[in-house]
């Protein structure tokens, strides 16, 4: 991966809806190039997918919480249960195994406290645990799906 690439996907990261022209006019190459040069991203799996970022309070989801999950059993199998349970729960947006006190921590956007009530009792009836704890964002600061990528200027 040289400067152009680099290049590439940082416009592709920060609007996806950049024409081939536009884009090649960004790097200078001309626009088939460029073209091979996306799709060689692509193939390499530096680009996974390319998705609308829908606003989640135009579409009802106002609540965000933050949910630490304890588990009591550790086993592969019990980690394979939790994670295609949680594959399943469209509320949850994002989830993480965890190193230190907390299992798991899921990213759950709701569009009010009834809904994620009844988002928790969906969860614990299908999930074995020790411990959930739930914080609520007050204020969303920053949120991005831009990844920094490393120059080479």
Known sequence: MD??????LKLLQHNAELTIQELSSEVHLSTTPCWKRINQ?????????????????????NVTAMVGVTVTNHNQERIS????????????????????ETDYLL??????????????KNLIEKVKFLKVTSNFAIEEIKSTTEIPINTMD
Not at 81 to 98: G, S
Not at 107 to 120: G, L, T
């Open 3 to 8: 400067a152009i690439d680099i290049k590439l």
């Open 41 to 61: 991203l692509k193939n390499n799996g530096y680009i996974n997918k390319t998705v609308a970022l829908v606003n989640r309070k135009r579409v009802g989801s």
């Open 81 to 100: 249960v939790f994670a295609d349970t949680v594959k399943e729960i469209p509320e949850v947006i994002e989830c993480y195994r965890m190193s230190g």
């Open 107 to 120: 990213k759950v956007v709701v569009s009010d406290i009834e809904s994620y009530d009844n988002f928790y």
